[in-house]
């Protein structure tokens, strides 16, 4: 079998949900939504194009259950149906052709950068490592009573999300945010029936889950994007990340995104942690957790992609052949080149190569961040209706979005109360 033909695969969940081909977009936050937290026009334009270009199943970028908690600043926020007509608008472009489109719902927790909110609140007040203390608050513990209301929040706005017109939802349980806080036991020190032992730490994933499914009913699709570590002294191990896909397919989840990491250790994007370098497996398959996701395909029989670091046609098929995954996950270059799936699915080579980011200055490049403002840059770009711009400068990029933090951070929005409805 070709590539292509490969990747041109129909596959068709446990529930029937049919996604047209192999290719999914992973999420990445578009910072396009307006001063209350509704899509905007550009997210309109941003997801026709991707669209467009072919992809099966597009997952937006994470979208926040609570205006008091941003992760960036231009998050949208679901809260509640104030903002239904341009989230059926966006619904509908992202849904065209056929397109399966899918809203992630995401809570920050502690990774929120200092002066974006009021306050951080996370399972625990550990503070962030030295070198991030002046960028990212120590957050407060949550409550127990807290910990509820935003269990109901990720239900309700799950519902919200299928009101809208969205074809699934995916819970952002990766990369350092809340759903990964609680699973890891150096962000969560608890005691109570939150913390204390894997089964406890996992216990708010899973309510998660089941909170949504009560919201949206049994055939809608949720999936979920799982850290397959965080790659952190102390943290959510392989194992535990194995336990928590048992967990989750045993309460049939419908698809299983992997990735891994933190922005305390940036493994999502292929940031080399610990300074160990690539395994050689690693960079010729191209995928950077696929011999996790070998892992999980033992363990479960739930569809799983992985996402991070595929860049042609031979090795994502290679990925989808080998049986571990159903899916591939790619984020980047669908940045610098949202039809790049139309040309995989012809059996063409994407036009760019995605190259690394940097300013030149090591000790911005090293907090990592640099990467997400230069690729959301681009998506700002398609959002307008300009074409992306794979050449442009890192330290420029970083100026600009520095400039705009200064100002977000001087007009916070009010916290609103974690309440129970
Ligand atoms: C600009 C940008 C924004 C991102 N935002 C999110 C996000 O909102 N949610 C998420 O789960 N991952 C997010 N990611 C991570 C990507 O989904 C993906 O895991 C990562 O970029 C690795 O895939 P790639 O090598 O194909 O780019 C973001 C990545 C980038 C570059």
Redesign the pocket.
Same mark, same amino acid.
């Given at each position: 079998m070709t590539p292509q033909a490969v990747l041109n695969q129909p596959l068709t969940l446990p529930h029937g949900t049919v996604i047209k081909n192999r290719l999914l977009k !992973?999420?990445? !936050?578009e910072a396009l939504g307006d001063r209350d937290g509704a899509p905007t026009p550009e997210h309109t334009r941003l997801y026709q194009a991707w669209a467009d270009g072919g992809i099966g199943l597009c997952i937006t970028?994470?979208v926040m259950i609570d205006r008091g908690a941003l992760g960036e600043p231009g998050n949208v926020v679901i809260e509640d149906d104030r903002h239904m007509a341009a989230l059926q608008a966006w619904a509908k472009a992202a849904t065209s052709h056929g397109t399966q489109c899918w809203v /992630?719902l995401n809570h920050p927790g502690k990774q929120a950068p200092k002066g974006l909110n009021k306050e951080t609140v996370a399972p625990s007040a550990v503070p962030f490592r030295a070198d991030m203390k002046a960028f990212f608050a120590t957050p407060r513990e949550l409550k127990p009573a807290e910990v509820r209301a935003l269990i109901q929040r990720y239900g309700k706005a799950a519902g919200i999300v299928q009101q809208a017109g969205f074809s699934g939802v995916q819970i *952002?349980g990766? *990369?350092g945010y809340l759903v990964s806080q609680f699973l890891s036991p150096h962000h969560n020190c608890r005691t109570d029936d939150w913390g204390g032992t894997p089964a406890k730490r996992r216990r708010f994933v899973l309510e998660v889950y089941r909170a949504m499914r009560k919201a949206v009913g049994p055939d809608f699709p949720i999936g979920i994007?799982l850290n397959s570590a965080d790659f952190q002294r102390g943290g959510f191990t392989e194992e535990e990340s194995l336990d928590t896909i048992r967990a989750l397919a045993d309460a049939s989840i419908d698809l299983i995104e992997i !990735?891994g990491g933190t922005y305390e250790a940036p493994a999502?994007?292929?940031v080399k942690i610990n300074k160990e370098p690539v395994k050689e497996s690693t960079r010729q398959r191209e995928a950077y957790f696929l011999e996790f996701a070998e892992k999980a395909r033992a363990a479960v029989k739930t569809p799983l992609v992985v @996402?991070?670091?595929?860049r042609t046609a031979r090795g994502m098929a290679e990925a989808i052949q080998s049986g571990a995954v159903d899916m591939v996950?790619?984020?980047?270059?669908l940045?610098i080149e949202p039809d790049a799936p139309k040309r995989l699915l012809a059996g063409k080579k994407p036009v760019h190569q995605i190259k690394p980011i940097t300013t030149g200055i090591k000790a911005i490049d090293k907090l990592g961040l640099l /990467?997400?403002s230069w690729? @959301?840059g681009q998506l700002k770009r398609i959002g307008r209706g300009e074409a992306p711009k794979p050449n442009e400068s890192g330290l420029w990029v970083f100026a600009k979005q520095a400039w705009h933090m200064a100002l977000a951070g001087r007009t916070k929005r009010p916290p609103t109360k974690l309440r129970a409805s």
């Open positions: !992973s999420a990445m !936050s970028g994470n /992630e *952002h990766a *990369h994007k !990735s999502m994007t292929g @996402t991070g670091g595929f996950g790619l984020a980047r270059m940045a /990467e997400i690729y @959301t």
